[in-house]
């Protein structure tokens, strides 16, 4: 989603005039969107199950977990794999995607001369798309910061499964797991921020 939406941007403000955002090309999108989150959750359809834990205090918890192919979290082969493919989809390509098109937009912003005296029009409207650009670029520089640390738990896990025996590992994952769904809540604290500067 963020890729398309930075696309997006990326071609009003580098390409404007062939800037043209079809209806057929907008629900194009949208089908690949939902064909690719849905693949990438048929791991979890096919290999979740629960599990009864029984406490000393004689409470009991039903657990919900991935028993894959090749045993549990840490120690599967193919639950590491999954998380580098995971990792790559979900936070590498998006962040060199929205680097590269940031890097081209910045460059043609803010290294573009004009021929001749610009009109007040036209310095109003490069300084405007300079604002979204910088935005964007906060964006995407928090969308790393928030996402880095659950992406790394899960393959530092998988070669350090001692870490998982440790008395504070929920703790961590759950700051982990809590920065990064964090991201969503800050996107449009950023937005409004930014538009009222």
């Given at each position: 989603?963020?890729?398309?939406?930075?696309?997006?941007?990326?071609?009003?403000?580098?390409?404007?005039?062939?800037?043209?955002?079809?209806?057929?090309?907008?629900?194009?999108?949208?089908?690949?969107?939902?064909?690719?989150?849905?693949?990438l959750a048929v791991p979890c359809l096919l290999y979740s199950?629960?599990?009864?834990?029984?406490?000393?205090?004689?409470?009991?918890?039903?657990?919900?977990?991935?028993?894959?192919?090749?045993?549990?979290?840490?120690?599967?082969?193919?639950?590491?794999?999954?998380?580098?493919?995971?990792?790559?989809?979900?936070?590498?390509?998006?962040?060199?995607?929205?680097?590269?098109?940031?890097?081209?937009?910045?460059?043609?912003?803010?290294?573009?001369r004009s021929i001749g005296e610009l009109t007040q029009r036209?310095?109003?409207?490069?300084?405007?798309?300079?604002?979204?650009?910088?935005?964007?670029?906060?964006?995407?520089?928090?969308?790393?910061?928030?996402?880095?640390?659950?992406?790394?738990?899960?393959?530092?896990?998988?070669?350090?499964?001692?870490?998982?025996?440790?008395?504070?590992?929920?703790?961590?994952?759950?700051?982990?797991?809590?920065?990064?769904?964090?991201?969503?809540?800050?996107?449009?604290?950023?937005?409004?921020?930014?538009?009222?500067?």
């Open positions: 989603t963020k890729i398309s939406f930075f696309f997006c941007r990326y071609m009003a403000i580098v390409r404007p005039l062939q800037h043209s955002l079809s209806k057929r090309r907008a629900r194009l999108a949208l089908v690949v969107i939902w064909l690719a989150s849905g693949l199950t629960t599990m009864t834990r029984r406490y000393a205090n004689e409470q009991t918890r039903i657990l919900c977990y991935m028993q894959w192919p090749d045993g549990r979290y840490p120690t599967s082969m193919t639950e590491y794999m999954y998380n580098l493919v995971f990792l790559g989809l979900t936070y590498l390509v998006p962040v060199i995607a929205m680097a590269v098109c940031y890097t081209l937009m910045g460059r043609e912003l803010w290294g573009s036209q310095v109003d409207s490069i300084k405007s798309k300079r604002k979204v650009v910088r935005m964007f670029v906060i964006v995407v520089s928090i969308f790393a910061f928030c996402w880095l640390p659950y992406h790394g738990y899960f393959i530092y896990a998988y070669h350090n499964n001692s870490i998982v025996a440790s008395s504070y590992v929920q703790h961590m994952y759950l700051a982990f797991y809590w920065l990064a769904m964090s991201n969503a809540m800050v996107n449009p604290l950023i937005y409004y921020w930014m538009n009222n500067r």
